[in-house]
């Protein structure tokens, strides 16, 4: 009987982490809205904006995928958008033709820099911070 209530009790707590989840993306996603981004959007501009390498230089997309919870395609399609309007730029390895850079624009850090404050508030809103 102890398993079961074991078992029960980590299901429960799983649920609870997705539904903290749910709760704070949904929350991202509203404040960001006005600026055309989703919370996943954001992430990659935001670890892009405080990537080490130094901010303004390139970055590995194979390195951001371990920190953004997409997956690499995923990723690469959002990297793509991002791309599309302005906000990132791609670039390939010199010295490795697999392997691509991305960095913020211009546009893209002014946006970051307008909507970090409003996913800060959000994440504080969701997490009660």
Same mark, same amino acid.
């Given at each position: 009987?102890?398993?079961?209530?074991?078992?029960?009790?980590?299901?429960?707590?799983?649920?609870?982490?997705?539904?903290?989840?749910?709760?704070? %993306?949904?929350?991202?996603? @509203?404040?960001? !809205?006005? &600026?055309?981004?989703?919370?996943?959007?954001?992430?990659?501009?935001?670890?892009?904006?405080? #990537?080490?390498?130094?901010?303004?230089?390139?970055?590995?997309? %194979?390195?951001?995928?371990?920190?953004?919870?997409?997956?690499?395609? #995923?990723?690469?399609?959002?990297?793509?958008?991002?791309?599309? !309007?302005?906000?990132?730029?791609?670039?390939?390895?010199?010295?490795? $033709? @697999?392997?691509? &850079?991305? %960095?913020?624009?211009? $546009?893209?850090?002014?946006?970051?820099?307008?909507?970090?404050?409003?996913? @800060?508030?959000?994440?504080? @809103?969701?997490?009660?911070?």
């Amino acid at each position: 009987m102890a398993g079961t209530t074991d078992k029960a009790r980590l299901e429960e707590r799983w649920r609870d982490i997705l539904a903290v989840h749910a709760r704070t %993306q949904g929350e991202i996603d @509203r404040a960001l !809205h006005p &600026y055309g981004l989703g919370a996943s959007d954001f992430e990659v501009l935001d670890l892009l904006a405080s #990537a080490t390498p130094p901010p303004g230089e390139l970055c590995r997309v %194979q390195n951001l995928v371990g920190r953004v919870h997409l997956s690499q395609s #995923a990723l690469s399609r959002l990297i793509a958008r991002l791309e599309r !309007h302005g906000l990132v730029e791609r670039s390939t390895c010199p010295t490795d $033709r @697999r392997g691509v &850079y991305v %960095q913020l624009t211009a $546009r893209g850090r002014e946006l970051h820099t307008e909507a970090l404050p409003l996913q @800060r508030a959000a994440l504080a @809103r969701a997490l009660g911070d």
